[in-house]
C-alpha cells in the first residue's frame, strides 16, 4: 500500500528562514488537503535562534527530531550576531551537524532557467536559455569535516590555522554511484571535476570515479579541473548535464551556477542519504532583508517539490509545484531579488499567496 503518512522535521532557522518556510508549508497544505496525505509537520530550533534559546546551534531535541523523521525541511541558518562566536557554537554547525548525523551525503542543487526569468540573468540570453545542470556535491566529506583541524600557535609563537582535505575511496564511491544513477534518468553524461593536477585526494577522486564508470557503460564520464569548470559555467554553461564534485567544490561551484539563473533565491536543493534526506533552499539567511517580507520563498517552496519528488514518490505532485511557481512567473509576479521593471513588484507572503493559488487550480 502506498504510504500516505509523512513526519516531517521543520528548522525554519534564522534570518528569512522563518519568512519563507511559512509559504513553503502553505503549499505543503495544499498538497495534503486534496490527497488525502497526512503529513505530521514537527517544528525545531536549528542555527543561531538554537544558539540563543539552548547556547548550542543544534540542541540534541532537534536532532533527535530530525532523525525520527522521513524528511528534514530547512529554512536558513546564519547571521552577523553570531559570527563572532567560536566556531562550534556558530549556526553554520547546525547544518553541518544534521547532515553528519544524517549521514545525507549527496547534495543536488539542480540548476534550472525559469524562461520567464531570462532576463534577470547577468549573462546574455543566449548564453543561459538551454542550461539544465545537475549538480551532485558530496556533502559529509573533505575539508568540512577532516581532521585534524584548528588554530594553534606554533613554535615560533605564530597562529597557524589547518585544515585537513581527505576523501576515503568508499566516500568517492557512493557519491558517484549516486551521480551515475542520475545521470542515467538525464541525458547520460557526466562531469567530475576535481583538481588532480595538484591535490592527492583529487587523484584518488578520479581514480575511483573512473572505476565506478566501468559499470556504467551508457553514460559518458568526462573529468574537468575546478579551476576550468568555474570559467566553463561563465563561458558556455549549456554543455554540463550532471556534474559530480567534491564538497568544498560543489560549495562553491553551486553558488556560481545557481546565479547563472538570475537569482540565487530560485534554487532548491536535495541532501539524501540512505535513510533520510533534508531539502532547503540553496540560497543563505539573507539577515539584511529579514523581517522585511521581501525574500523570494521560491526556492523554499521548491525545496517541497524535491521533497516529495525524492523522499515520498510524489513526482506528479513535485510537478504540480514547479508548475504553480512557473505559471506565477509567467503572470508576472516578482519579489525583489528578481524584480524587472515591466513587473509586478510582490512581498513574500504575496508570491506564496499566487503560488498556492495557481497550485489550487491546477490541482482541481
Ligand atoms: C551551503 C552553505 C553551507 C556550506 C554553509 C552555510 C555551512 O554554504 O549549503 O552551500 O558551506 O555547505
Ligand atoms: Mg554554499
Known amino acids: 500500500m502506498k504510504k500516505n503518512n509523512f513526519k516531517i522535521a521543520v528548522f525554519a532557522g534564522d534570518g528569512i528562514g522563518p519568512e519563507i518556510m511559512k509559504e513553503a508549508l502553505k503549499i505543503l497544505k495544499i498538497i495534503s488537503e486534496n490527497k488525502n496525505i497526512n503529513f505530521k509537520i514537527n517544528e525545531g530550533l536549528a542555527g543561531g535562534c538554537a544558539y540563543d534559546h539552548f547556547g548550542v546551534p543544534l540542541p540534541d531535541d532537534s536532532m533527535e527530531l530530525a532523525l525520527k523523521s522521513d524528511a528534514v525541511l530547512l529554512g536558513a541558518v546564519g547571521g552577523p550576531q553570531w559570527e563572532?562566536?567560536?566556531?562550534k557554537f556558530r549556526p553554520e554547525r547546525a547544518l553541518l551537524g544534521l547532515r553528519g548525523g544524517l549521514g545525507i551525503f549527496a547534495n543536488l542543487r539542480p540548476v534550472v532557467v525559469f524562461e520567464e526569468l531570462l532576463e534577470a540573468s547577468p549573462l546574455k540570453r543566449n548564453i543561459v536559455q538551454n542550461i539544465d545542470i545537475m549538480i551532485v556535491r558530496e556533502l559529509t566529506g573533505d575539508v568540512y569535516f577532516g581532521k585534524p583541524r584548528g588554530m594553534k600557535k606554533g613554535k615560533d609563537g605564530k597562529r597557524k590555522?589547518?585544515?585537513t582535505m581527505v576523501y576515503s575511496?568508499?566516500?568517492?564511491?557512493?557519491?558517484?554511484?549516486?551521480?551515475f544513477e542520475i545521470a542515467r534518468t538525464r541525458k547520460k553524461n557526466l562531469l567530475s571535476v576535481d583538481k588532480a593536477n595538484v591535490l592527492e585526494t583529487s587523484e584518488l577522486w578520479r581514480k575511483v570515479v573512473t572505476e565506478v564508470g566501468r559499470k556504467y557503460p551508457d553514460i559518458k564520464l568526462s573529468h574537468m579541473y575546478v579551476d576550468n569548470c568555474a570559467m566553463q559555467l561563465i563561458r558556455n554553461p549549456s554543455q554540463f548535464d550532471v556534474i559530480v564534485t567534491s564538497n568544498l567544490f560543489g560549495d562553491i561551484l553551486s553558488d556560481e551556477a545557481a546565479m547563472l539563473t538570475g537569482s540565487i533565491g530560485m534554487l532548491p536543493s536535495a541532501s539524501l542519504g540512505e535513510k533520510t534526506a533534508l531539502y532547503e533552499p540553496i540560497h543563505g539567511s539573507a539577515p539584511d532583508i529579514a523581517g522585511k517580507n521581501i525574500a523570494n520563498p521560491l526556492a523554499a517552496i521548491l525545496s517541497v517539490a524535491l521533497?516529495?519528488?525524492?523522499s515520498f514518490s510524489m513526482p506528479l505532485e513535485a510537478g504540480l509545484i514547479e508548475k504553480a511557481v512557473a505559471q506565477t512567473l509567467k503572470e508576472g509576479f516578482r519579489t525583489q531579488d528578481i524584480y524587472q521593471p515591466d513587473k509586478k513588484l510582490i512581498s513574500t507572503e504575496e508570491m506564496g499567496d499566487k503560488v498556492a493559488k495557481n497550485l489550487r487550480k491546477l490541482i482541481s
Not at 563572532?84 to 566556531?87: E, F, G, N, V
Not at 575511496?169 to 551521480?179: K, M, N, P, T, Y
Not at 521533497?307 to 525524492?310: C, E
Open 161 to 163: 590555522g589547518v585544515n
Open 307 to 310: 521533497m516529495l519528488r525524492y
Open 84 to 87: 563572532s562566536l567560536d566556531y
Open 169 to 179: 575511496e568508499d566516500e568517492i564511491r557512493r557519491i558517484a554511484v549516486r551521480a
